[in-house]
């Protein structure tokens, strides 16, 4: 038999700090994977809700995945386009025709109304690298017209887009102009919601329908989806907000009450999944199998290296450090290290975190998968203290 590639030893150590967090209340609960060469450890720490209410964690649990989406709807869209049926660099005009003969701000925070035209149309690649030249606006909330333009109509990225049918989601968007042009800067957030549309209109397909054809049938993730049925609801975690002047946990969401409990009106492509450890170990054993899951091939190897390769230039990444950290950079959906500067930071780790409190990454290097779930909403694009212990001690425990 051969010997194991993780230490039981340090993956105890592991469990020990990770159930400091849930003692200390930073957060009720939390389900962890490290999977490599075969081996597939679990934790599950705490319990569905705070309180204890909910009964203890359990590795079944449904957590709200938040950004985690992204690389997984990123990775349905490459398998139109390796169908021919989208390509990278071809305008959206024709299927998006919301946002044809965009406008662009002289200044991100001058008035709408001064704008130049674009330079050239938006491209499905421009959605991917999240160079679209609308998104996340790096301000003081309210502080340039376009972000409160973004508020008013409902437009502002978040965790969830509002109840906004998709093809009126669009009208606003393509009422607005771009903060840059297309192609010129990273913006967060707001091309993996264009993508959704895109896919949909290219397919004529529902996105979850689309999704579940692609992705989710052939990689067995039966508990990912955009909203939770009534007969799994019992294992739908709660989930907080941490109050902004205390620090303790708010509920946010209540499994009872839920607003997953139904179908969205708008399924988010860039933050609206729930799935599971184990769904979510599926689909990064896919990853990490480049585009192979069992015998079936989800996707080619060229496919995966290209998404799984720094789209992002230099100067691109240095005006985002708070999201790369200098570290790191973009690649078609996925964060991808680019810099060894930490004890997990491998060059060509992928993957993403999520705002509701997930850490979902994949090192080809090491042949380790790494899962975090908890219920706790991160305050800032910055890992928060758990998600640094876990990924630290997920490294520590490699055992040759």
Same mark, same amino acid.
């Given at each position: 038999?051969?010997?194991?590639?993780?230490?039981?030893?340090?993956?105890?150590?592991?469990?020990?700090?990770?159930?400091?967090?849930?003692?200390?209340?930073?957060?009720? #609960?939390?389900?962890?994977?490290?999977?490599?060469? !075969?081996?597939?450890?679990?934790?599950?720490?705490?319990?569905?809700?705070?309180? !204890?209410?909910?009964?203890?964690?359990?590795?079944?649990?449904?957590?709200?995945?938040?950004?985690?989406?992204?690389?997984?709807?990123?990775?349905?869209?490459?398998? @139109? $386009?390796? &169908?021919?049926?989208?390509?990278?660099?071809?305008?959206?005009?024709?299927? =998006?025709?919301?946002?044809?003969?965009?406008?662009?701000?002289?200044?991100?925070? !001058?008035?709408?109304?001064?704008?130049?035209?674009?330079?050239? +149309?938006?491209?499905?690649?421009? =959605?991917?690298? /999240?160079?679209? #030249?609308?998104?996340?606006?790096?301000?003081?909330?309210?502080?340039? +017209?376009?972000?409160?333009?973004?508020?008013?109509?409902? @437009?502002?990225?978040?965790?969830?887009?509002?109840?906004?049918?998709?093809?009126?989601?669009?009208?606003?968007?393509?009422?607005?102009?771009? $903060?840059?042009?297309?192609?010129?800067?990273?913006?967060?957030?707001?091309?993996?919601?264009?993508?959704?549309?895109?896919?949909?209109?290219?397919?004529?397909?529902?996105?979850?329908?689309?999704?579940? &054809?692609?992705? *989710?049938?052939?990689?067995?993730?039966?508990?990912?989806? *955009?909203?939770?049925?009534?007969?799994?609801?019992?294992?739908?975690?709660?989930?907080?907000?941490?109050?902004?002047?205390?620090?303790?946990?708010?509920?946010?969401?209540?499994?009872?009450?839920?607003?997953?409990?139904? +179908?969205?009106? *708008?399924?988010?492509?860039?933050?609206?999944?729930?799935?599971?450890?184990?769904?979510?170990?599926? /689909?990064?054993?896919?990853?990490?199998?480049?585009?192979?899951?069992?015998?079936?091939?989800?996707?080619?190897?060229?496919?995966? &290296?290209?998404?799984?390769?720094?789209?992002?230039?230099?100067?691109?990444?240095?005006?985002?450090?708070? /999201?790369?950290?200098?570290?790191?950079?973009?690649? @078609?959906?996925?964060?991808?290290?680019?810099?060894?500067?930490?004890?997990?930071?491998?060059?060509?780790? /992928?993957?993403?975190?999520? !705002?509701?409190?997930?850490?979902?990454?994949?090192?080809?290097?090491?042949?380790?998968?790494?899962?975090?779930?908890?219920?706790?909403?991160?305050?800032? +694009?910055?890992?928060?203290?758990?998600?640094?212990? *876990?990924?630290?001690?997920?490294?520590?425990?490699?055992?040759?």
């Amino acid at each position: 038999m051969s010997a194991s590639s993780l230490s039981a030893v340090r993956l105890a150590r592991m469990r020990g700090v990770l159930t400091g967090h849930v003692a200390r209340d930073d957060l009720p #609960g939390l389900v962890t994977l490290v999977a490599r060469r !075969g081996e597939v450890h679990v934790e599950t720490i705490g319990s569905m809700e705070a309180g !204890g209410d909910g009964g203890p964690m359990r590795r079944d649990a449904i957590f709200r995945i938040a950004s985690v989406t992204k690389q997984i709807t990123a990775a349905a869209a490459m398998t @139109l $386009v390796e &169908e021919c049926r989208l390509r990278l660099d071809d305008p959206v005009d024709e299927l =998006l025709p919301e946002l044809a003969d965009r406008r662009v701000l002289k200044r991100p925070d !001058g008035p709408l109304d001064d704008t130049v035209p674009a330079h050239r +149309p938006l491209t499905l690649r421009d =959605l991917l690298t /999240f160079r679209m #030249g609308l998104g996340m606006v790096m301000a003081q909330p309210g502080e340039y +017209p376009i972000q409160r333009a973004l508020d008013e109509a409902g @437009l502002s990225p978040g965790l969830l887009v509002g109840p906004i049918e998709p093809d009126e989601w669009m009208k606003r968007l393509g009422d607005l102009p771009l $903060v840059h042009q297309p192609g010129e800067k990273w913006m967060y957030h707001t091309g993996s919601d264009v993508l959704g549309v895109l896919m949909t209109r290219a397919t004529g397909r529902p996105l979850e329908e689309l999704l579940k &054809e692609r992705l *989710f049938e052939p990689l067995g993730m039966k508990d990912t989806g *955009f909203h939770v049925p009534a007969d799994k609801l019992d294992r739908l975690t709660a989930s907080y907000r941490p109050d902004p002047g205390t620090g303790a946990l708010v509920l946010d969401d209540d499994p009872r009450q839920t607003r997953w409990g139904r +179908p969205p009106i *708008f399924p988010s492509a860039g933050g609206g999944l729930v799935s599971t450890a184990d769904d979510l170990l599926a /689909f990064c054993t896919m990853m990490l199998n480049r585009g192979r899951y069992g015998g079936e091939r989800i996707l080619s190897r060229p496919s995966v &290296e290209l998404m799984t390769t720094d789209q992002l230039t230099e100067e691109q990444k240095a005006e985002n450090t708070v /999201f790369f950290g200098g570290g790191s950079g973009w690649g @078609l959906g996925v964060n991808v290290i680019t810099r060894r500067n930490d004890l997990s930071a491998v060059p060509g780790r /992928f993957g993403w975190n999520g !705002g509701t409190g997930t850490s979902v990454y994949t090192d080809p290097a090491e042949e380790l998968i790494g899962i975090l779930l908890t219920q706790r909403y991160m305050t800032s +694009p910055m890992p928060p203290a758990v998600f640094r212990d *876990f990924w630290t001690c997920a490294y520590q425990a490699i055992d040759d």
